[in-house]
């Protein structure tokens, strides 16, 4: 794997790409729609902004699309060439999607990227998927460079991933916001609570998260439920509040009896 | 803050006294109902166990209830003398339970309490209440020796806090549960998930949960939603996941626009 072209600027492919380059990998291009985003990301990269895909070389060892879901169709259909290998990054697009070329495949990091916020791939799952043995050998290595853990996965297994990562990142965020409301109202800063959140993470990892779940549902005190619920100010969050408990309860008092 | 004895053999009691003791300050009695209990903690700090109220000294200076809440009431009803000073350690159980007493108050640490699991006290947030000026000085003082995050806080707003902590610390486990659930069903470790996990949390206490929030509910992606959805094997699951994913939606698409 020598050269690789960057299709979209956002978080990922900032990501993706200063990684890659800081292993020694030539990030040729970086093609956006958006001029000045291609530009900005080139610069980072210290390599050359494309905004047409005609401009694009058309000898890279992979062109590794990192646009957002919506977008990765249409530019697999636009591409004017028959790439040695494309790849998209997204964990909820099927690899069919990519059918129309010869070597094909998934380059999928499980975690969250935000703009700004620098990520150390090495613990970062890679799941990688490819339309033939060669492709996946390709893929492989490329991912080895940058994490120690990678696994070979089907486009159904992924899409399953991509579920347990909305759980784990905007479900689990979600409640963080929902506390962070609780703290303010009472004039606290959410910073408080980072003890709590980190020794909660920390349990689940050791632990495993069935083990480590305490509280109110997890013991069936129904009056603490019902002592909570009447705090919430709207019956949406009412209503969310029993619908986790009972969720949380039913969890540990199936698989516990 | 001279002498205190702990009422009670569980987490809390096991964290709050080995902390305390391990600043300077003397735990003369455990105690719990429960003989074994009370000396197991008893021959961690180093201290006399006692299983009979009526053997416990009466002069310390304080009385550090630290067990679960349906037994804090019957166990301030049944002290057998007026002591210098009561304080409850929950999240949830009113002031108002201790007032039999001349001076009491609460105590409570902002924190997950797991047996096994040492939890450094220092940042975590303690929440203060009392039922005068000079017993609230006296359990301000006694946090502060324990963490550098204390708060005077009424029964009414510790209530909500806890509401808070099971936002932040159940809920946050029960979709780490979910998430592994998913990836066990893959034959992927839990521990797979952690770098996604760890960015999480950072991203939530560096930009706050709101700006944090990502992912297809946030951006009101519905396909994505429904993909998901039929993912999931049960009702109960599929209804959980499309009614966070709503409050996720509202709560963006209400306060941003």
Known sequence: MQKIVILGSGNV???????????????????????QHAGNLASVL???PVSHLWQLITDAHLYLIC??????????????FEPN???HTSGSIGIETLARFKNYGVFYPL???????????????????????????????LAMVLSN???????????????????????VNHFYELAADVLHQNALPFEALKPLLTETLNKAIELGPHKAQTGPARRGDFNVVAQHCALLHTPELEKLYSFVSQSIYQKHHKSNE
């Open 46 to 48: 210290n390599t050359k």
């Open 111 to 141: 975690q969250t990227f935000t703009a700004g916020r620098d990520i150390n791939l090495s613990e970062v799952p890679f799941c990688i998927e490819a339309n033939n043995a060669n492709t996946l050998q390709t893929l492989n290595k």
């Open 85 to 87: 290998l494309v790849a």
């Open 67 to 80: 646009v957002s879901d919506a977008a990765i169709v249409p530019l697999a259909q636009a591409l004017p």
């Open 149 to 171: 853990k990678v696994f070979e996965i089907s486009s159904a297994q992924r899409q399953k991933l991509h579920l347990a990562a909305v759980f784990a990142n905007n479900f």
């Open 13 to 35: 492919a900032t990501c993706i790409g200063k990684s890659l380059q800081q292993a020694g990998i030539d990030i040729c291009q970086v093609y956006s729609p958006n001029v």
